[in-house]
């Protein structure tokens, strides 16, 4: 019975063994690998040779090592494949269509939240946000500018889930090709959190390209700030300030006629957007951004393209 | 009445003084697919309507239905003697809301052959005062200013003078007021509302009729101007001083006795909106205009329009009065440049040919070919 009840243990300790070599390094199981195959080359060697070969318990700890690591390079490939899938079905899902204005608004890390009752809160309240938001483009959005589509983005199902912040935004617009992203960061005692709006660096150029939103309490309404606040004025800026930046890099990237059509857009929605926020032009954000003098030579840098002459 | 949706439509207030004064009609609508078919027109002698929608709350607060009524009744009540006058307002019963009924604003406006359509959100502050954010579209905008003039200009290429026969155009085309963000009370709205309307009837007609009007549209219009600060809504302010200008302006062409007066006061509104919104090409536009009319240095209306041509580029109507300017100060050169401009923009936008573009093309040739 006793040996019975040792091999069963071994069988169930087993798939542990496989599952964290399948965590080492692609070089750790190399020499691990190596090892073994030195181990029972060795044995073989000596078999040939006539000589006795190694004791039986160094031959199994080298078919054991030879065994584990080749799984382990397998088990990790195959794990990096499905993650890769994983991620490739997320972003094909998510991936903006080129031409297309997407807003993406990633809820907060999981792992930024006490517990259940928290996460659960706060996602509720990042689908009031994305409402909010969405109201306030669909209806404000001035004619001449393609009405963004804004995505609610479940971090915890992106190749992204630890979060996303100023290291990787500019990576996952790129991946998703989005023209700007919105993410939040939770505060220590969980009540309150932070908004920031990053824009392409591609597109940004010599402006900010993370804009800090302001902070809000989880229990207030946030339609309140972004509907009738200074939210509104610095969504709608900077919303359509991306727009309007996104419509001068294509300039920059077309040609002909095509060209000069995109920039006679691109410098009108450069003061579209001024004239729809100037209740606010003295916002410190707005002010340093969409009313800078990088504005001023981008607009004239398109009056020059299309060839307007005063 | 349309029997198959059981639309109920309340007549709830309906006013009528000598005969079709104005009027109002508070409609109650029950259906949420009542806007997806057609109506008969409420009103169709109207002159000028309004067509307003009770504001947006959230949750079931019932203060968005109020405040509309409170417009609807304040409106009605500030356009007691302006015949042609009307108001119609859609609210929604207790415990609905507009936003389940699909409506587009613009549609209903169009169909109901009004002049304007205001529709907005509500909500209520920690303190419990309500915010409201008010959107008013002009389906079909007034008359803008305009002025005529011939002069006589010696050409800069030292031709013989010409005469150049010219008109710089202001039209309206800010189509969109957002009024952002009025706390508790509609009475502001109200006026500005009641002062547009004057102005839509005034800016039309001649002699004291006219005057008459406008002389309201600029009495209301400066009641919202004093109730509302500059820290409020900068954007509302300036649309409202923009038609003031504009008001004087007509009022001026109305009152020749009186013009100089009128248009000194046309050009302060003006100047005064260009300092509320630097970035709205329309006051430019009225300020080169109103220069024009005032006989004041031409240097002055072209660098108006030049600010305008510089925030609204794509309106050719602009680079057309910039070209008028410069031939009536002999820069004939300058001029056909600014017909380019107009001709380029027409062509990248893919328009049709602006017929005042090749007319003053022509015009300029001849001034050339005669002068050689």
Known sequence: MGGINEGWEYLTKFPQLLNEYATFSYPLLGVLLAAGLLILGTHVFKKYTGKNGLPGAVVVLGSLLCFLSASGFFLKSVGERQAQTKRDAFITSHRAPLGEHWLLIFDFPRSAMPDEQSREQSQRRMKNLVGSLSEVLLEDLPPGFRQPRIVHVAIAQSPWEQGVGQNNFDDVIRELNAFEIMWGNVHEQGDRAKLFLGISTRLARNLDAIIPLRDFAFDEDLRREHQFGDGYYRLLGLVTLGISLDTYHRAQQASGEERKKLFLAAMQQFNKTREIVNNRRDDPILKRNLYSANVDAMIQTARAEVGLTP | ?????????????????????????????????????????????????????????????????????????????????????????????????????????????????????????????????????????????????????????????????????????????????????????????????????????????????????????????????????????????????????????????????????????????????????????????????????????????????????????????????????????????????????????????????????????????TYQQEAR
């Open chain 2, 1 to 365: 009445m349309n029997r198959r949706y059981r639309t109920a439509i309340f007549a709830l207030a309906f006013v009528m003084q000598c005969g079709l004064a104005h009027a109002g009609m508070r409609v109650e609508i029950t259906d949420p697919r009542y806007f997806e078919t057609p109506h008969k027109i409420i009103f169709p002698w109207a002159e000028i309507k309004l067509v307003s929608f009770e504001f947006e709350a959230t949750g079931d607060d019932a203060q968005g239905k109020q405040r509309a009524i409170e417009l609807h009744d304040q409106f009605l009540a500030k356009i007691h003697d302006l015949q042609g006058g009307a108001i119609i307002t859609y609210v929604t019963p207790k415990g609905q809301k507009i936003s389940n009924y699909r409506v587009k604003a613009l549609d209903v406006a169009e169909q109901q052959k009004a002049q304007m359509a205001l529709w907005g959100r509500i909500i209520l502050d920690s303190s419990g005062a309500a915010l409201i954010n008010a959107r008013l579209m002009l389906v079909t905008p007034p008359p803008g200013i305009s002025a005529r003039y011939a002069k006589a200009a010696s050409q800069d290429e030292g031709g013989l003078p010409v005469e150049v026969l010219g008109l710089i155009d202001a039209p309206v085309t800010e189509m969109r007021i957002d009024f952002n963000t009025l706390k508790t009370d509609v009475t502001p709205l109200a006026y500005f509302l009641s002062g547009l309307a004057r102005y839509y009837k005034g800016a039309v007609r001649e002699g004291n009729e006219a005057k008459r009007w406008l002389q309201g549209s600029i009495d209301d219009l400066n009641v919202f101007v004093k109730q509302m600060s500059e820290a409020q809504d900068r954007g509302a302010l300036s649309q409202a001083h923009v038609y003031l200008a504009r008001a004087y302006f007509h009022l001026a062409n109305a009152d020749p006795a009186r013009a100089s007066d009128l248009l000194l006061k046309a050009s302060n509104h003006a100047k005064r909106a260009a300092d509320l919104n630097p970035y709205d090409p329309s006051v430019p536009a009225v300020q080169a205009v109103i220069a024009v009319k005032q006989d004041a240095d031409p240097g002055d209306a072209r660098a108006y329009l030049m600010r305008a041509a510089e925030l609204a580029p794509t309106d050719k109507n602009i680079w057309v009065s910039l070209a008028v300017m410069n031939s009536s100060q002999g820069k004939m050169e300058a001029a056909k440049r600014q017909l380019d401009n107009a001709t380029l923009v027409q062509r990248i936008q893919d328009e049709a040919p602006l017929p005042a573009i090749q007319n003053l093309q022509r015009q300029i040739e």
